[in-house]
């Protein structure tokens, strides 16, 4: 964007604080399919009732959704089997908003989480489990000496990997080639480098949690339009580009799911199979109100520098997607992209430094963009504990923010979409609790404002 007045503010404000800190900055920027098995009594995830497919399987099964047929009985089978009657992206049905009065739509997946991880690795695959482990088993803050989360029923579950179109969905804003390189399974080693994964990312297991964890997020951003609020126990995979993966991160959810969300047919020129414009008109609903931009309020502590390419002159989510970062400047990712608003903050800077210029810059980023749909990605690894943070904030100050941006929103109006984005910490029960908090936040701002009645 133009040189705002949140520019120039946050512009004063870094230098002044690595004028104070000595720091010097290197950014060059500032469906209705009930899952029978989902509905099994309450227990602990267990690993052994996932049986993965091959990666035969999971190359065939792409190759059915390229080549479908075209026919009207094969489109209306296409899309039927993974819509509900109002749009909704899903497997499985949470508790009805309507008569929720204990918190907000939640999105998860069993298979959030890789299986059989590497135990010394330092992306903490299993947090997604612990999230959701912490939100049914934890007391929760709010709700004295009781648990947030009553039954697994109550969340909302994405599409399944087979019923997901992957090529309708996801290509674009990704580019065709490296999508289909990674669902086969055949980027190069170099490619695997980059993302942190290595051979962990050509196993089927990785591939599938990876498509779900879009479709997550695709789901959260339809209830939120739907109902204000929603998060997702997964999502923020925000340094991932079109054409390459990196920083734990593979297809990046924000820009796929605000493709979606903003899809317009009029503008649609790469899509022209039938099939692929009957599901998008499908999701689409051309019942609701049209959304033509999406703020993304980036907290993680890196920079999301993935999401910012997307928004470039030339791409096509360019007047669509607009990014509000907050990140350590002296923390990965090195270069730089330039966001809508950059703001990159010293190390170790503290809740009250950081509230400030959150506040200050999510007022001037929502009068300036007037977004119809905020995709909050509420990373924990800000917290001064976090193993790859450099800042200095606790976890009052982490709920302090979750706080204020959802209030924010929800305040103007404005649905809200929650993400988790990164978090690290060599002991993982740990870090899924500190993911809850977002969702714990959710629900109290869902409260306070009796979101059910809004509906
Ligand atoms: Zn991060």
Not at 119 to 124: G, L, S
């Amino acid at each position: 964007m133009k040189l705002s007045l949140l520019s120039l503010i946050i512009f004063a404000y870094c230098n002044i604080m690595m004028v104070v800190t000595g720091f010097r900055s290197s950014s060059r920027g500032t469906m209705l399919q009930r899952c029978t098995g989902f509905l099994s009594p309450l227990s602990k995830y267990n690993y052994e009732d996932y049986m993965p497919p091959t990666l035969a399987t999971v190359q065939q099964q792409d190759v059915q959704h390229r080549y479908t047929s075209n026919t009207q009985e094969q489109q209306h089978c296409n899309s039927s089997s993974i819509l509900t009657n109002d749009g909704l992206a899903t497997s499985h049905i949470g508790l009805n908003p309507q008569h929720n009065i204990r918190h907000a739509p939640m999105v998860y997946h069993d298979h959030y989480s890789c299986p059989n991880w590497p135990t010394k690795h330092r992306f903490p695959m299993a947090k997604f489990t612990e999230t959701y482990n912490s939100l049914l088993f934890d007391n929760d803050e709010y709700l004295i000496d009781q648990q947030l989360v009553l039954s697994k029923e109550h969340l909302y579950k994405p599409i399944s990997y087979n019923n997901f179109p992957i090529h309708t969905f996801i290509s674009p804003p990704l580019c065709p080639t490296f999508l289909q390189s990674f669902i086969q399974g055949t980027l190069t080693t170099d490619e695997c480098r980059k993302i942190g994964f290595r051979e962990q990312t050509k196993r089927p297991e990785l591939i599938q949690r990876s498509v779900l964890e879009v479709a997550g997020t695709i789901l959260t951003c339809q209830l939120a339009i739907k109902y204000g609020l929603a998060s997702n126990l997964a999502g923020g995979t925000h340094h991932a580009e079109c054409n390459k993966g990196k920083g734990f991160t593979i297809l990046n959810d924000l820009a796929i799911a605000t493709r979606l969300i903003t899809w317009n047919e009029e503008e649609e020129d790469t899509t022209t199979d039938t099939n692929n414009i009957n599901l998008l008109r499908d999701f689409y609903r051309e019942d609701a109100s049209p959304i033509d931009r999406v703020l993304v309020v980036d907290c993680d502590v890196h920079q999301g520098d993935g999401t910012a390419t997307f928004t470039y002159p030339g791409q096509p989510l360019h007047n669509k997607l607009f990014t509000l970062d907050l990140h350590a400047a002296n923390n990965y990712p090195w270069p730089k992209e330039s966001c809508t608003y950059d703001i990159g903050l010293p190390d170790e800077c503290n809740d009250e430094q950081y509230l400030e210029v959150l506040e200050s810059s999510l007022d001037i980023a929502l009068n300036e963009i007037k977004p119809q749909l905020i995709i909050y990605n509420a990373g924990v690894d800000v917290y001064h504990k976090d193993k790859l943070g450099r800042l200095n904030i606790t976890r009052e100050g982490m709920k302090q923010r979750d706080l204020h941006v959802i209030r924010t929103c929800v305040d103007r109006g404005i649905p809200v979409a929650c993400v988790v984005g990164g978090g690290y910490d060599d002991d993982v029960k740990i870090v899924g609790q500190r993911h809850a908090l977002v969702h714990r936040v959710c629900a109290q701002v869902w409260r306070e404002n009796k979101m059910w009645q809004r509906v």
